[in-house]
């Protein structure tokens, strides 16, 4: 029996998926912050939610930050700023997964259902982010420079014969 690989990508290039992400985390920390402000505005912040309101404005910050470092890291080519975009992405994903999901468990609620559905897709592109990093990485540890096609030859070339000028003298006087 053969095992078959989980291939997550759903037909997308990597890199479009990691533009994906960074446009996600970018109108996901812009929709906490907002939400955040507005709720703050009307003045639904109890004591007991100030922690909630502390963690989605936290949240939300780090969401803007790390969009900003995946999509510096895109334009840049550089795989350590994505690998710091997988470390906090790790953090918004496990924080927004357990948040959400004690939330609804406790109280439901339509907003915080709809975030415990968006989890799944941010750990999906969490893989698929990381398997960028990989083609990333390897494209620039590799002994190719970008731009420059690489040409192989396999046959054996004889070097006297290839470079007249480093020939044998043969005549003797």
């Known amino acids: 029996m053969v095992a078959r690989k989980l291939n997550l990508r759903f037909f997308i290039s990597l890199k479009t998926w990691a533009m994906i992400m960074a446009l996600t985390n970018l109108a996901l920390g812009i929709g906490i912050l907002i939400g955040g402000g507005v709720w703050l505005n009307k003045n639904h912040v109890e004591e007991t939610f100030h922690t909630y309101f502390a963690v989605g404005v936290g949240v939300g910050i780090l969401n803007l930050l790390s969009g900003t470092v995946l999509i510096v890291a895109i334009v840049q080519g550089k795989d350590k700023w994505v ?32 975030l415990l559905c968006l989890c799944p897709i ?52």
């Open 122 to 173: 941010l750990w999906i592109g969490l893989c698929n982010v990381y398997a960028f990093y990989v083609e990333l990485y390897n494209y620039n540890n590799s002994s190719v420079l970008a731009g420059v096609e690489e040409i192989a030859c396999n046959l054996r070339t004889n070097p006297l014969v290839s470079f007249p000028e480093k020939t044998l003298d043969t005549t003797t006087v």
């Open 83 to 114: 690998l710091l975009y997988i470390l906090l992405e790790f953090i918004i994903a496990f924080v927004l997964t357990i948040f959400s999901a004690m939330n609804v468990y406790n109280e439901f609620s339509i907003v915080l259902f709809g």
